[in-house]
């Protein structure tokens, strides 16, 4: 149904300790959008991501995909059913080569099973070829097929970051989580970056959350834009709206974003 969400979040939070990281955040996301998710140093926007992908475990509200509950859902059974992320933090396996750092993202969802692997049968052969073919596609799309050899830890920056999505993208998502994908880059590879960013949101039919502290390029990418400060949201909107609206400004006051 067109206005069922995609991603609903209802209530969420989470507490450590004294500090209530997340707090009674909802989100709604609708299938093939692009949504901004902003604020301050702190604000939680990354827990939240933590939230949505089963590393932290909300201790309120819940958080369904497609009408199914995924609270309690751990890392991989969420990649499964249809949300993959980046990190803020890139995370790839940097002695592992381009080429295989994609194929792990097959392998966790692999039909095959391990009895046909250790067996060596016919059916695991075909299986591995068939994963290698898709995975260089993916890398073709981000440029990185001729690199498919080299180890992850000796790419530059951008190309790290490219990769990390391609593997994201492997795992065949509906919802792409993003956490600032475009931190480290010169302006030339972040514009380069969101035109990919759109051309992948139509290809795969995705719906994105992206987390960016450059505001002109949330606010030029983005219909939609939600705004964390200290743990909660303090609005939601427009990026127009958003520019405009007291609480946004007060919040990022001597920031000058903008
Ligand atoms: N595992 C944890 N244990 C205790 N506190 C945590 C934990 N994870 C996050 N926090 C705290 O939650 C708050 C929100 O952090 P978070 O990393 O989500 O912010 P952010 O909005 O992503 O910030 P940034 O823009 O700097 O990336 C911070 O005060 C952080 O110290
Ligand atoms: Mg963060």
């Known amino acids: 149904m067109a206005n069922t969400p995609l991603l609903k979040v209802d209530s969420v939070g989470i507490q450590f300790g004294g500090l209530k990281a997340v707090s009674g955040v909802n989100v709604e996301l609708y299938h093939g959008e692009l949504v901004g998710l902003i604020g301050p140093n702190g604000a939680g926007k990354t827990t939240f991501f933590n939230l949505l992908t089963g590393v932290y475990v909300p201790t309120e509200g819940h958080i369904f995909l497609n009408d ?11 990649t499964r059913k249809g949300i993959s992320r980046t ?5 790839l396996f940097g002695d592992l080569s381009v080429l295989d750092n994609v194929k ?6 692999a039909k095959h ?3 046909s692997s250790i067996l060596r049968l016919p059916s695991h052969f075909s299986g591995e070829r068939e994963m290698e073919k898709k995975a260089i596609e993916f890398l073709k799309i981000f440029k990185l097929d001729k690199l498919k050899d080299e180890m992850a830890k000796n790419l530059p920056y951008g190309q790290q970051r490219r990769l990390e999505i391609a593997r994201a993208l492997a795992a065949h998502p509906k919802l792409l ?17 969101m035109e990919l960013i759109a ?3 139509k290809e795969f039919n995705l719906t ?5 502290h450059d505001m002109p390029l949330v606010m030029g990418v983005c219909e939609r834009i939600y705004v964390l400060d200290h743990g909660q949201l303090i609005a939601h909107g427009s990026p127009e709206e958003i520019r405009n609206n007291p609480k946004v400004i007060e919040a990022y006051l001597g920031e000058e974003v903008l």
């Open 177 to 193: 989580l993003l956490d600032e994908p475009a931190a480290g880059m010169n302006p030339q590879e972040t514009k380069e970056l």
């Open 87 to 91: 990190f803020q933090n890139i995370r």
């Open 104 to 109: 792990v993202a097959y392998h966790s969802l």
């Open 113 to 115: 099973s391990i009895v």
């Open 199 to 201: 051309f992948i949101r």
């Open 208 to 212: 994105i959350l992206l987390i960016e």
């Open 68 to 78: 199914e509950k995924l609270n309690g859902l751990v890392p991989y059974q969420i």
